[in-house]
Structure formats: structure tokens, C-alpha cells
């Protein structure tokens, strides 16, 4: 599996205006809603499920990335979508650090192991310096793109 299988590039945000974690997650649930990859009476219901999610434990693993991802009924195909920045924001990350990228994942209930797979190539990228140096430099969504790309090139 490639980031670009599920990463949505008209989704992609490469300046995210919110400068709260709630607001980031709304912000960018609604880019993948009017990006088409989400009926728009969804969105309050997958906002309010990937905020729960925060609540349980917070997505932003440190170094500066958060991956907020859930499960939900209504989401019938897997999306993901990238938001940055610029200013950083508030996860409570594992390292008390301000989030500069999020990569958001959704996915079907009953796709369980396409979460899962998606999870890994996006954690094993985002394990990578040089990923997350270009990715929080990357400030248009074509270079964005141009980064997921190459990544799942192999390069």
C-alpha cells in the first residue's frame, strides 16, 4: 500500500488556520467532506469521534507530528488528508512539543486491516528525519504531493 492510495490530495491543507487541536481535526475532516471523500452530514459525527479518540490518548507521538485516525460508520472508503502548521499547535504529545504536521486517517469499521496497513506506511515514513523536515517545509499542496510521491517511490 502507498500513502497515495488513501492520502486525498485535494484534501491536503498546507496551512492550517485553526490553531487548536479541535479546530485542526475540524478543519481538516471538512476539507476531506468538500474534497468529496465524505457526505458533508458526516462531519460533526467523524469530528466529534476523532476528538473522543484524542481524548483517550492523545495521536501526537512526537517530533513535532500528530496522526489523528478513526473508525466510523459512515465513512464508507478510506481517506487520509495532511494538514501543516505553521505556527504549531497543542496535542499534548507524548513530548509536551506544538504539532507542526497532521496526518489525518479515516477508515470504514469494517476495514480493520486497511486501517492498520495505512497506519504503518504512514508511521513508517513519519519515523523518517528527512520526511518530517520536508513535509513541515512543504508550504503549497503540490509539494506535499511531490513529497508523498517520492516516499512511496522508495526515495
Known sequence: MKLREFIISEAIVANVK????????RELVTSLSTAGS???DAVDEVVAALIKREQNGSTG????????HAKHPKVKQMAGTVGRSEAGIDFAALDHQPVYSIVLLL????????????????????QKDMFRKFLRQSTTREAIVDLFDEADQGK
Do not use: C, W, Y
Open 18 to 25: 485553526a490553531t487548536d487541536r479541535d479546530g485542526a481535526i
Open 38 to 40: 465524505l457526505p458533508a
Open 61 to 68: 507521538f512526537g517530533k513535532g507530528v500528530a496522526v489523528p
Open 107 to 126: 477508515s470504514p469499521e469494517n476495514q480493520p486491516q486497511q486501517h492498520l496497513q495505512a497506519m504503518n506506511i504512514v508511521f513508517s515514513n513519519l
